[in-house]
């Protein structure tokens, strides 16, 4: 049976909810309700979850305290990009709750939280990023049974409302370049890029691959004899600290693939290993021997970094007086357009790139093949006309 007394003007309820570990009797005391009526209904509410055996004793720690709790946990098992994403995340968060208890979070606090993002101008994939390290948090945090009920359970994240201006708008396609653009950058590439630009490129735009996945390359990756790159790992590098790399697994299953290639790739990355073997004997007190393709000059043997195949993709495309815009991952778009362009079908096209599901390759893709499709009609049409 719980007691109820006021302190001042605030109303409290002390109740017993069993025994400790060492057999001693606990008590649960709440108070701040303004009236006796609502210390009772509390007090209540509690005796109900004791009946029920559904009784949980709320932990006193913060959101802050708890989150690095989480992160640890999370860290275990994930990629250590993945943990600096999480960590990012819930920097977000913590300008909303950093202090305040875990417990203490209420639905309308964290909705409310997820407004203010969006009022303080961060994009919609930003919000939905926070709000999904939210929701894993508060998941630990209940299944723990640190807390009773999750504040995430049924937010929404604030998404934008097209209007009618929105609509009439050209969709968005991403920038590539076209067939005779990459033929004008590979070109310049061969004839003004630093040493291994030209097959280090001719490879990303021949294949559609990743920059890391490229950084990533190893001898033992190629067939020569079968034309085809083997994609099993991606370099990870935020620190751009030449030395201190890692090699991780791909971005997802997917991403784990055989590409084949033509002979003209083969034969670049033929030439290319034949200058390297030169190179390793010149530098061979020095050279990092782990069999990387494409390495960088000032650090024998290590692998190029993607901030470095950026700064020189910036520089080959000024020489060509091409879009500067572009990146490295334009040449993974410019693939897509040229396989669409030659007839290849989305899912084949999606397998190559190491997809499962990507919306930016179908826009690439629908955009091409909206002309082709005019064209059959069209084509149809001249052959009706003809009968």
């Known amino acids: 049976m719980a007691s109820l007394f006021k302190v ?70 994930v990629k250590a990009s993945s943990v600096r994403v999480r960590q990012h995340e819930i ?7 950093n202090a305040i208890k875990l417990k203490d979070i209420t639905k309308k606090q964290y909705q409310d939280a997820l407004l203010a993002l969006r009022d303080d101008g961060y994009a919609e994939n930003t919000i939905s990023g926070a709000h999904g390290t ?16 999750d504040p995430t359970e049924f937010a929404k994240p604030p998404r934008k409302q097209e209007t009618l201006a ?16 990459l033929a004008a950058f590979l070109h310049t590439a061969h004839a003004g890029g630093i040493e291994e630009d030209y097959t280090l490129f001719l490879v990303l735009s021949y294949t ?34 030449i030395r201190n790399y890692e090699l991780m697994t791909p971005k997802t299953k997917t991403s784990r693939r055989t590409v084949d290639v033509d002979q003209k790739v083969i034969d670049a990355l033929d030439v290319l290993k034949k200058r390297q073997k030169i190179a390793m004997m010149k530098y061979r007190d020095i050279w990092h021997d782990e069999n990387f393709i494409f390495t ?18 910036a520089r080959l495309l000024k020489l060509a007086g091409l879009n500067t815009e572009l990146t490295p991952h334009s040449l993974r778009h410019t693939h897509t357009s040229l396989l669409a362009e030659a007839g290849v079908g989305l899912e084949e096209i999606m397998e190559r790139l190491g997809h499962a599901d990507d919306d930016t390759t179908k826009r690439v893709y629908l955009h091409v093949t909206k002309d082709m499709k005019k064209e059959a009609a069209h084509k149809f049409s001249k052959l009706m006309d003809s009968l």
């Open 8 to 77: 001042s003007k605030t109303w409290y309820f002390s109740i017993d909810v069993g025994k400790d570990a060492n057999g001693k009797r606990k008590k649960e005391k709440r108070g701040g309700f303004r009236t006796k009526e609502d210390a009772r209904k509390a007090a209540s509410a509690v005796e109900v979850e004791l009946t029920n055996g559904t009784y949980l004793k709320e932990q006193d720690i913060t959101f802050a305290e708890f989150a690095k709790d989480w992160l640890k946990m999370y860290s275990v098992s």
């Open 91 to 97: 920097n977000l968060l913590h300008q909303y709750f």
């Open 134 to 149: 939210a929701r894993m948090l508060f998941k630990k945090a209940v299944e723990l049974d640190v807390i009773k009920r």
């Open 166 to 181: 929105d609509l009439e708008q050209v969709e968005d396609i991403p920038k590539y370049l076209e067939k005779n653009e």
């Open 208 to 241: 559609g691959i990743r920059a890391g996945e490229c950084c990533a390359l190893k001898w033992q990756d190629i067939d020569f004899d079968a034309k085809a790159i083997r994609i099993s790992k991606t370099y990870y590098n935020p620190g751009n600290n």
């Open 296 to 313: 960088v000059n000032k650090y024998p043997g290590y692998p190029m970094y993607i901030k470095l195949v950026e700064n020189r993709m």
